[in-house]
């Protein structure tokens, strides 16, 4: 069949005509359907994009273009529906991608929906006793681990490369279908050995020995690569079985269970952040002779002095401030007594339930000495709040604690973080309190306690909430004092050095101080590209085609690997976006620290603050300016070469264009976090769904669920039909539930319509605010289903996504930098979807078909 | 291969034999004015064409001054009586009668003048000059210089109607007279080799009736020392018994089996070596190798090419010969050196051929002769330092040096005019001093250039300044020198290669000349061998010794019964398939057959399946399914064939054989045509006269050694889907354990155990 038959034939298709009919039924159904149907439906179905009725200028164009389309490509595969009879004009061979494309999601699917078969190929395995055998195991390890080395060494020509790597990425796509953890530890094998297969090519075969300047560039990237090779692997080891460790269950008899202090530190917070704390606190469910609060104010102010005593709580100050937080700490170990220390940051408000779900395991692992949980935070951090993300992304946090923690778990290295966390006091003073030797005192104090043999667990439910930092800058300075500490511990206590550890806990902890860093590599990373733009320095001594079928199964299978590790946890190169914010501040302080570990204060992370404008923090990202400059450089340097260099240099050229024009976005994103968004409310509105009733004026009870709430106030979804006309300010009373009690609380309506009222609390003592703290943040459910309705991680959507980010970054900069230039700017959106709606579209008819 | 070499030209350096040119490029004077059996003591004449001398079929001339040299040389057991150049040219219409003409100049003297532009256009004309023969010297330059005109005034030297064409049909027509010279040792290897004659060398062999094995040993010995001395000339030894033919020849003989001629002369007393007048003609010379016995004979030769340098007098007795150190492989002094970077300097006779004058020079040349066998797979190249110094151009950026390797450009680089420039700097351009420019650029030959014989080259080329009408200058006073100390860098490559290879064999002699003193390798003669058979295995000795340049001192020649020798060593099978008992016995082995009428040619299994070959199955020939096509026919037909030797793995054979013993020579002379030689490859060549077909049959073997990680990575390398499932199986295998053990740790973590 010819093409243009096959087009002739689309158009009639588009035109709702049959086109298996004989060419007079077909010209008759054109002239001979009633005008309205022949007329300007057929063609409103033929030309989608165009409204007849209201004719555009570019309309002609459209048609043009559609035309074309319609002629020349072929619509989209799809399965013949049971009520369309076969199209006739369907070549054979032409149907062969389509083909090709549904066996392989039906293999996909068959592999996918096969777990039980694997599961029944193990259990075989374990009646068989085959791995018992000590000597027939160890030889297939060894075999296996010949066959590894060959894979990863074996040097190939481009073709075999290609057809190696395309065998090993076609298995690892249908691999990924399987649930379950072999899978999942054999798609981490695999991408361990495509890295690896890379790293030793990058070894063997890049180098460039004899131009001075090549091999200088050339092992710097080979060290940066190196490094992210090594902190993969180690991550792969850290999280490649999360223990997912349920809470022990309490003895019944409550006078065995132990006494706990609850020490509550702060600095210079205001107060409006502490008392929600310790309001919750003192809800927390746990016989009340048995737990003692402790306020421990460094800041030494009278007004906390007096909330603590009308609260009934401790209240403990020193008279210096010595080694900040752990000094503060320490100082009240002296002043305390109980047998366990339940540490909450000042701004970490405990869920009722925070001791019950942490205490069990205490009393049944005697050599336990520390029961984490997670942070959580119900406001958004600068990065979610400044690209849009809360809630919808996973934040930077989640990772760690939603995975590694986890992981850490099952080495049992799981460490300290300062807050959420249950220690032992023995144990604890064992030691000589937390460590003051370095900025990271809890990561410290975990690895001194695992050094004497201590064990530590995790709990992977968030059992209180606080603030994220911020602001950009104060987040920044927040992990530069975690890179900092890590550093320093790095150096001052080494994990691979000193005793007391098993090898899996030096692994898991030095790849958290490795982790930090990665300021250095990332910088090589978004400059490596220029040398050759830039300098012509061949970085990767190899032809573009190799390089690209070297580097991406490493970056592939990792990418896989990690979007189904880690998806719930991290979406797909959002990595690549913190890592990139950060880069510039952590390297100068890891590096300082690694020579000089003694250098370098504590500095408190700022919270409870407000960015009340829109401002863009241009001291942050000079850094990032500086590389974009750099990077755009080079970009229009390759474009030169492009244009005028020589001929067997564009492959290359076009590389590292592509890699650098990739830096250049990521550099967008990261500026695009710079420029803040104002934060208008002083209290940030949590969103949860809870059971509510409001006592309208009149007495009328409505019943209702929460949509938000804040310590401020909150808002209600009414039913439709029972939508009451509430004016501003007129005073109604809601009822909440903490468990079976019920509380009411005052309020004024802010507003009220369309089915959403929003009140105002108008509290009047500490108790209805303790009341309102128990009921709402301090609940035993509050944060469990926090992640709920966000769509999985999908690597490419991540990527699209990323990028996407990385021009809004570039737009909002030219908005604060050149505001002349932002409605030229604002100009391009417009543009971008007046040429798309250009562009042709498959008409009405094949779109039912294919739904 | 290497491009014909103007074998004259290269004359002039012959002082170091074995690199002065690359092929068997050697002018080949017509049969009847070479045969030295000419009668005695009349003059010969001989005709030498420009185009066997130079290698080029029309030698150009262009601008007002150009020139071309031809060199010859006359041997110094011959006078040149006459003299006289018949030069056919065919030159522009454009020029000048009168002012242009084209002068002739032999050794830098002015021996006559062809004046040009009367003939009518477009014809070739041709003009003969007598040259006084008192003139000629040992070697000769013959050079033509062409003063072309076109326009009385504002001439463009560079116009392209100025231009004259030399045929390569012009030729020298020398008549020679013998010259009656001593019975002498001291002159040796003259008059057996004069390196002025640049002919093939033909020298008589002569032996008794049935010279033993140990007598065609000695004589193979003598044989590659002459053809290493004879180099890119060539050397066939045709074999007499009994007497000797007119001319120059050697004897072989010992006290027991001698020529008849020698039936008279006294017995020797020890390895003896002699010069005596040819009784057959009076005026040629007989080189006499003597002994007692076989071994006598045997010490007398080895004498003869290691330390003939010693002898004088009509006669000498070899008292005490020291046995030289046994030669270590790929040492032959014509190959690289594969212990240590080689400096260009060492790579030439002199440093003058490292030096190029003009503005578009001759290329610098430098001929590499490397092991077949290194194994350079994912080598990077071989790196050459280049030095080297120029006269800055004045047009920088068309001024450049482009090198080469076999006539494939590996880089060019830009000549810079840094600090020169402007019109004055051609005037004031220093020569030789400050004004040269020196530059170091490190790059890589393409290693899958490398054959086994290479030219590396070096082209200069400076544009012409040209500033307008009437303001041409040219002064040829550009020079460029590729530096010396420059060097290239062959070390470090283990040797491996997959045999049987005839193309090895062709070009270089391998695997023989692995030993440059060929001390594996055993010559394999039938029972009785015929005059053929012994001029076949002269001959092919004689390439040995071209290829390594060192004689083969410690050669073993063997019968085909004696089985004890032919272990552990390297077979070179000699003679008609008849005869040749050992291809009989063989012939299971062999990878084609042509005994008789019949011959058989066993074909290869073919490679099928892309993916079966990938997963590593079927990739080598299996001779047990191979088909066989048996033909019949006669007429001449010769063959080499090679494979693993039946009694040592590991060992390579290398028949040569024809249908009959005559043909035998059809070997030789398509091994002498580089066109043929290159066609040789595989484990069968079928020579025709005029015509060779080699086909890859029957069982492969390797030799040599890889380190044990390439030797594994090699075979791997063309498999990557056996490689992809064999990583499918290992992250089977890691994957379970890892869940295993993974499991294991996670139940005792949640049952709270330490």
Not at chain 1, 606 to 622: E, H, M, P, Q, S
Not at chain 2, 89 to 111: C, F, M, R, W
């Amino acid at each position: 069949m010819s093409a243009p038959a096959d087009g002739w034939q689309r158009w009639l298709v588009a035109a709702g005509i049959e086109p298996g009919r004989p060419w007079p039924q077909r010209l008759a159904a054109l002239v001979l359907r009633p005008p309205a149907a022949a007329g300007l439906a057929t063609l409103a179905g033929l030309f989608p994009q165009v409204n007849f009725r209201r004719p555009r200028l570019a309309d002609p164009l459209r048609i043009l273009l559609q035309l074309l389309w319609l002629g020349l490509v072929r619509p989209p595969a799809r399965r013949p529906a049971a009520s369309c009879r076969p199209i006739p004009w369907r070549a054979p061979l032409a149907a062969i991608p389509a083909r090709l494309a549904r066996g392989w999601s039906r293999l996909e699917a068959a592999v996918g929906s096969q777990p039980g078969r694997l599961r029944r190929f193990a259990a075989a395995e374990g009646r068989l006793g085959f791995w018992d055998r000590a000597a027939l195991r160890y030889a297939a390890y060894a075999l296996a681990a010949i066959l590894a080395l060959l894979c990863i060494s074996t040097p190939f020509s481009t073709l075999a490369q290609a057809v190696f790597v395309g065998l090993l990425w076609s298995i690892a796509l249908v691999i990924r279908r399987v649930p379950g953890p072999v899978a999942t530890l054999f798609l981490i094998v695999l991408s361990v050995t495509a890295s690896s297969r890379y790293l030793w090519w990058r070894v063997s075969s890049t180098l460039n020995w004899d131009i001075a300047v090549d091999f200088l560039w050339g092992t710097v990237l080979l060290a940066a690569e190196v490094y992210t090779w090594l902190i993969l692997v180690l991550g792969y080891f850290q999280t490649a079985w999360p223990l997912k460790r349920q809470p022990a269950p309490l003895p019944e008899d409550t006078s065995r269970w132990p006494g706990v202090d609850v020490f509550i530190p702060t600095y210079n917070e205001p107060l409006k952040v502490v008392k929600p704390t310790v309001f919750a606190a003192q809800g927390i469910d746990w016989p009340a002779d048995k737990v003692n609060i402790y306020l421990l104010d460094d800041g030494r102010r009278d007004e906390f002095r007096h909330f603590a005593e009308e609260a009934g709580i401790g209240y403990i100050v020193r008279p210096d401030n010595r080694h900040a937080k752990a000094g503060n700490l320490n100082h009240a170990l002296t002043r305390t007594s109980g047998e366990y220390i339940a540490i909450f940051d000042c701004d970490h408000i405990p869920t009722r339930s925070f001791l019950q779900m942490t205490m069990g395991w205490f009393l049944r692992d005697d050599k336990l000495a520390l029961v984490q949980t997670p942070h959580h935070f119900f406001s958004p951090d600068p990065f979610e709040r400044n690209l849009g993300l809360f809630r919808r992304v996973p934040n930077e946090g989640e990772l760690f604690y939603g995975l590694i923690q986890d992981g850490n778990d099952l080495w049992n290295a799981t460490f300290f973080c300062g807050s959420c966390a249950v220690i032992k006091r023995r144990p604890l003073e064992e030691i000589g309190g937390i460590a003051v030797e370095t900025v990271t005192e809890d990561a410290h104090t975990a690895l001194k306690l695992q050094r004497r043999g201590y064990n530590t667990a995790y709990i992977s439910v968030p059992q209180a909430a606080g603030l994220a930092t911020e602001s950009l800058s104060a987040h920044i300075g927040q992990r530069i004092r975690w890179a900092r500490g890590m550093a320093q511990i790095f150096r001052l206590d080494n994990p691979y050095l000193g005793k007391g550890l098993s090898l899996a806990q030096r692994i898991c902890y030095s790849n958290a101080m490795l982790h930090f860093l990665n300021g250095g590599p990332r910088l090589v990373f978004l400059t490596a590209p220029l040398a050759f733009l830039l300098f012509h320095a061949y970085v990767i001594y190899a032809p573009a085609l190799s390089v690209a079928l070297y580097v991406l199964p490493h970056m592939v299978h990792a990418s896989l690997t990690n979007s189904r590790m880690q998806g719930g946890h991290r979406h797909s190169f959002w990595a690549e976006v913190y890592e990139t914010v950060l880069a510039w501040y952590i390297f100068r302080p890891t590096t300082v620290a690694l020579f000089n570990p003694g250098k370098g204060k504590f500095n408190v992370t700022a919270k409870g603050g407000l960015v009340d404008r829109n401002y863009f923090d241009w001291g942050i990202t000079w850094p990032y300016l500086a590389l974009v400059l750099a990077n755009l450089a080079g970009f229009a340097a390759g474009v030169g070469r492009l244009a005028w260099g020589p001929a067997d240099e564009i492959p290359t050229t076009l590389l590292n264009l592509f890699w650098t024009g990739y830096n250049v976005l990521l550099l967008g994103a990261a500026i695009s976090v710079a420029s803040e968004a104002r934060q208008v409310r002083l209290s940030h509105r949590v969103r949860l769904d809870l059971p509510a009733i409001v006592h309208l004026p009149g007495g009328k009870l409505l019943p209702c669920r929460t949509e938000d709430f804040s310590e401020g106030g909150a808002a209600f979804a009414l039913p439709a039909e029972a939508a009451p006309a509430l004016a501003r300010d007129a005073e109604v009373v809601v009822s909440l539930w903490r468990g079976r009690e019920e509380h009411a609380f005052p309020a004024r309506v802010v507003a009220a319509a369309d089915s959403r009222l929003r009140v105002r609390w108008e509290l009047f003592d500490a108790e209805q605010e303790r009341r309102l703290v128990q009921c709402t943040f301090a609940r035993a459910d509050a944060w469990v289903s926090w992640a709920d309705g966000r769509h999985r991680d999908r690597p490419l959507a991540g990527l699209r996504e990323v990028l996407a980010m990385g021009l809004t970054g570039y737009r909002r900069l030219a908005e604060h930098g050149a505001p002349l230039a932002a409605p030229l700017l604002g100009r391009v959106g417009p543009a971008l979807r007046w040429s798309a709606s250009l562009l042709p579209r498959w008409p009405a008819t094949y779109r039912q078909e294919t739904t | 291969m290497t491009p014909r070499f103007p074998a004259l030209i290269a004359c002039l350096f012959l002082s170091c034999l074995g690199l002065a040119a690359p092929a068997a490029a050697a002018p080949k004077a017509k049969p009847e004015a070479a045969a030295p059996e000419q009668p005695a003591p009349s003059a010969q004449v001989r005709r030498l064409l420009f185009k066997d001398m130079t290698g080029q079929a029309v030698l150009p001339l262009r601008t007002t001054e150009g020139s071309t040299v031809v060199n010859f040389g006359s041997r110094a057991d011959e006078l040149v009586t006459r003299l006289r150049l018949r030069l056919r040219y065919t030159a522009s219409p454009a020029l000048i009668p009168g002012q242009s003409h084209i002068k002739v100049l032999l050794n830098d003297e002015t021996v006559g003048i062809v004046p040009i532009g009367r003939q009518p256009a477009g014809q070739g004309a041709s003009q003969e000059i007598d040259i006084d023969p008192r003139l000629v010297a040992d070697f000769n330059r013959l050079k033509l210089l062409f003063i072309g005109h076109y326009t009385a005034e504002c001439e463009d030297p560079l116009h392209s109607s100025l231009w004259t064409d030399i045929s390569g049909l012009s030729e020298l027509e020398v008549s020679v007279r013998p010259l009656a010279i001593r019975n002498d040792l001291t002159f040796l290897p003259e008059p057996f080799f004069d390196r002025r004659d640049l002919r093939r060398l033909d020298l008589p062999f002569v032996f008794a009736a049935t010279p033993s094995t140990a007598t065609v040993q000695a004589a193979g010995t003598v044989a590659s020392w002459f053809g290493a001395l004879a180099a890119w000339r060539g050397a066939r030894f045709p074999v007499h018994r009994e007497q000797p033919p007119r001319g120059n020849a050697v004897v072989f003989a010992t006290n027991g089996e001698r020529p008849a001629f020698l039936a008279s002369a006294p017995a020797v007393a020890g390895p003896t070596l002699s010069v005596i007048a040819n009784p057959a003609d009076g005026a040629g010379k007989l080189l006499l190798v003597q002994g007692r016995d076989s071994r006598d004979l045997g010490i007398a030769a080895r004498a003869l090419v290691l330390g003939h340098a010693g002898l004088s007098g009509s006669q000498a007795v070899v008292k005490e010969l020291k046995e030289e150190v046994p030669r270590q492989p790929y040492d032959a002094p014509n190959w690289v050196r594969l212990d240590r970077p080689m400096k260009f300097g060492e790579l030439v006779a002199s440093p003058q051929e490292l030096q190029v004058f003009g503005h578009v020079p001759d290329a610098v040349r430098l001929n590499l002769r490397i092991p077949p066998d290194l194994f350079t797979w994912r080598s990077r190249g071989v790196p050459v330092d280049l030095k080297y110094r120029y006269s800055p151009p004045i047009r920088a950026s068309e001024s450049r040096l482009s090198m080469s390797i076999n006539d494939e450009l590996v880089q060019s680089f830009n000549l810079r005019s840094s600090g020169q420039g402007g019109e004055s700097a051609r005037i004031r351009l220093p020569l030789l001093d400050d004004g040269l420019q020196g530059e170091s650029q490190e790059v890589f030959i393409p290693a899958f250039k490398l054959g086994s014989r290479n030219q590396l080259q070096f082209n200069f080329s400076f544009a012409y300044q040209k500033e307008g009408h009437c303001r041409d200058t040219l002064v040829e006073n550009v020079r460029a020198m590729v530096d010396a100390d420059s060097q290239v860098d062959f070390s470090g490559y283990p040797h491996y290669a997959e045999m049987p290879h005839l193309g090895y064999f062709a070009t270089s002699g391998f695997p023989f000349t692995k030993y440059a003193d060929l001390s594996n390798t055993v010559a394999v003669l039938p029972e009785s061998p015929t005059a053929a058979d012994l001029e076949t295995l002269f001959a092919l000795l004689a390439r040995l010794g071209e290829s390594t340049g060192y004689p083969g001192t410690r050669l073993r020649v063997a019968g085909p019964g004696d089985e004890a020798a032919l272990r552990d060593a390297d077979l070179l099978l000699i003679g008609a398939s008849p005869r040749q008992s050992l291809l009989q016995r063989w012939s299971a082995s062999l990878p084609a057959a042509i005994a008789g009428p019949g011959r058989r040619i066993a074909q290869p299994v073919r490679k099928v399946n892309f993916l079966y070959d990938w997963l590593g199955f079927g990739t080598a020939p299996d001779p047990a399914v191979a088909s066989q096509a048996g033909i019949e026919g006669d007429g001449p037909l010769a063959a080499m064939l090679g494979f693993e030797s039946p009694l040592t793995s590991g060992r390579s054979v290398v028949a040569v054989t024809a249908v009959a013993p005559e043909h035998l020579s059809l070997a030789l002379d398509a091994l002498e045509q580089p066109t043929l030689a290159r066609g040789m490859h595989g484990s069968a060549v079928f020579i025709h006269p005029q015509k060779v077909e080699s086909f890859l049959a029957g069982k492969t073997y390797v030799i040599g050694e890889l380190p044990w990680w390439t030797a594994l990575w090699f075979p791997l390398s063309g498999h990557p889907v056996l490689l992809a499932c064999m990583a499918v199986l290992a992250v089977l295998i890691l994957a379970f354990a890892l869940w295993r053990s993974l499991r294991a740790v996670a139940a005792k973590r949640v049952e709270g155990r330490p």
